[in-house]
């Protein structure tokens, strides 16, 4: 894989140019690179980190003893990776594949947890897996209930890309068959555990209205185009040499390089996009070698821009000329506007009584899951929209009353009892208000005005995220279950991942930044079908629908070039 610029001649612009560029490769970005390489297009891959070729994944197979602080962090991890240490899977064994927050300085106006990552592949390497299809429901939610502005698109527009997708990257589920939750195509599911099992038993007892089902997950259950199955390790994040759970090192970036159509550029820090007045259409990139500090630029005859949502609202925003002086696009003034991520961090756990006699081996890289409910058939008081719920049912070892010698030995080859713990996700509305701008009187370590981020949760999600924690404890006793445990605590904006929003799809120009097919309305030639591209956010994972967007993008991208439309 080519992985640094050794190979380009930066005198020569012809050199330089390619059919398309691709902007980060994640999620969406290697998705991008994969299809316009298929299509025969040459692509330029532009990666503001470090590489990382599959299956070379550095703690893939350690054990616990290899690590020096056992997978604590150090004082110096602290230290340059404040930001990065909010998450849960920063710790000793990730820790390479995030980005040093001393050279990643940006302004929280409000806390914005920014986690990212600094290699090939991005967060494609730590998502975890959920793949769940939207409903008619999330894309007519805006018109229905008056917030943001109406998606150009509907499920049916997005359904056969989702088959797609879902048939490309292997997803495990059930036909679960329920109105709200659309199935897709699946691998067998992985099997829930007997306390699992039992919870499912109870909810469909109690309530009519919810239903437990197995986690719909991009792990392998079935060997797939070369990609071994799940080993049920549950160390995903590590990274997985058998590339048995998706990411676009293991099975987009491959798939783009076999074409031999693609280039890949690391150390590139996008800086903004070229923009020619007179042909009314981007012609390339400019970048910031990471390592030399040095400017280049690159040319092609679309642009995709997958940096994911912050960084794309910034290279937009820093973009600027005579015919856009607030940035790329941004006639409407939405760039930056309407952040959005998912709220978290309920933690609700409880004792289940019986079930000694019962173990389970491996460790599913998935768990149980609970459609949304709320607010489908009948209106809730106090907050919009909804969320789902997730479990897992477990053992931990027993420990006895000692705490040290043979006998403690003797006790944790034991098993203890057995427990079961809920968390969620809900929806964040699309505001104005919570948005992306410039500091132009500061600058970041590449001499760049600062990244300010302004966003909050307001009332609508603290109210759905108060009613998450009631619904999961009231669950929890009305299946019989003892001693609950209540340790939930709310997120901030970022810590779920799924930020999203900035620069929206929508069918008028004056209130959007995209059209019906992540194409920018006032530069035809430039695409976005990353987080930004966002109109609302549902509660489920957006990966699945990241991908299918981009799929069905550059589908249209590729046929406009054709009949030289742009």
């Known amino acids: 894989m080519p992985t640094d610029s050794s190979y380009l001649n930066n005198k020569a612009k012809s050199n330089n140019t390619f059919d398309a560029i691709v902007v980060g490769s994640g999620m969406s970005g290697g998705w991008a690179a994969k299809e316009l390489c298929e299509k025969g297009l040459k692509v330029l891959l532009l990666e503001r980190g470090e590489p990382l ?93 008056g917030n943001g502005v109406d998606w150009p698109i509907r499920y049916k527009d997005l359904a056969p ?43 469909a007892k109690k309530y009519k209205d919810r239903h437990v089902i197995i986690g719909r997950s991009a792990n392998l259950t079935q060997p797939l185009n070369g990609r071994s199955q799940c080993q049920a390790r549950d160390l995903c994040y590590r990274g997985c040499p058998w590339g048995a759970y998706f990411s676009s090192n293991s099975c987009t970036i491959p798939a783009a390089i076999a074409t031999g159509n693609l280039a890949i550029r ?29 400017e280049e630029q690159y040319f092609a005859k679309i642009i995709f821009i997958n940096a994911s949502t912050v960084a794309t609202s910034f290279i937009l925003l820093n973009s600027t000329s005579q015919r856009f002086p607030n940035g790329l696009g941004n006639d409407s003034d939405q760039v930056g506007r309407n952040l959005m991520d998912h709220h978290k961090g309920i933690s609700v756990s409880a004792d289940v009584d019986g079930f000694e006699d019962s173990y389970y081996y491996g460790r599913k890289p998935t768990n149980i899951y609970i459609p949304r409910f709320k607010n489908l058939q009948t209106a809730e008081k106090g907050f919009l929209r909804g969320f789902h719920l997730a479990a897992n049912a477990y053992r931990n070892r027993a420990t006895g009353d000692s705490t040290i010698g043979a006998n403690f030995k003797d006790s944790i080859t034991e098993a203890g009892k057995w427990k079961i713990g809920i968390w969620a996700n809900g929806e964040c509305l699309p505001y104005s208000n919570n948005r992306i701008t410039l500091n132009h009187d500061e600058k970041d370590a590449f001499n760049r005005p600062l990244i300010s981020i302004d966003c909050s949760f307001k009332e609508n999600e603290k109210a759905m995220w108060a009613d998450m924690v ?18 939930s605590k709310m997120s901030f904006p970022g810590n779920a991942n799924h930020e999203m929003g900035t620069a929206r799809m929508g069918r008028d120009p004056k209130t959007s930044v995209l059209n019906a097919f992540n194409q920018m309305h006032a530069v035809k030639n430039v695409f976005i079908s990353d987080g930004s591209c966002m109109t609302s956010s549902s509660c489920v994972n957006p990966s699945l629908t990241y991908m299918a967007l981009t799929a069905r993008c550059c589908a249209y991208a590729v046929e406009q070039l054709k009949n030289n439309q742009l």
């Not at 996008?270 to 390339?284: C, F, S």
């Not at 006793?477 to 003892?482: E, S």
Request: proline content about 3%; aromatic content about 14%; overall charge negative.
């Open 470 to 487: 009631t619904t999961a404890k009231e669950m929890l006793a009305t299946a019989g279950y003892q001693n609950i445990n209540d340790q």
């Open 53 to 145: 070729d599959h299956p070379n994944y550095p703690t893939a197979n350690k054990d616990p003893w290899d690590f020096p602080y056992r997978n604590h962090l150090s004082i110096e991890d602290k230290k340059t990776h404040h930001v990065q240490n909010r998450h849960y899977s920063f710790r000793e064994e990730t820790k390479h594949y995030f980005i040093n927050d001393q050279e990643n300085r940006y302004e929280e106006k409000q806390r914005f947890d920014w986690v990212r990552t600094n290699k090939v592949g991005g967060r494609s390497l730590l998502w975890a897996r959920a793949c769940y299809r939207w409903n008619d429901t999330d894309f007519e939610a805006n018109l229905k209930d």
């Open 266 to 294: 690391t150390h590139s820090l996008v800086n903004r996009v070229l923009y020619d007045a007179e042909k009314q259409r981007a012609t390339g990139v400019e970048i910031i070698d990471t390592i030399t500090k040095n």
């Open 161 to 203: 890309w989702y088959d797609y997708v879902e048939s490309y990257i292997g997803v495990s589920g059930n036909q679960d068959k329920l109105s709200y939750l659309h199935d897709g195509i699946f691998q067998p599911p992985f099997e829930m555990n007997i306390v699992e099992k039992h919870f499912q038993e109870q909810v």
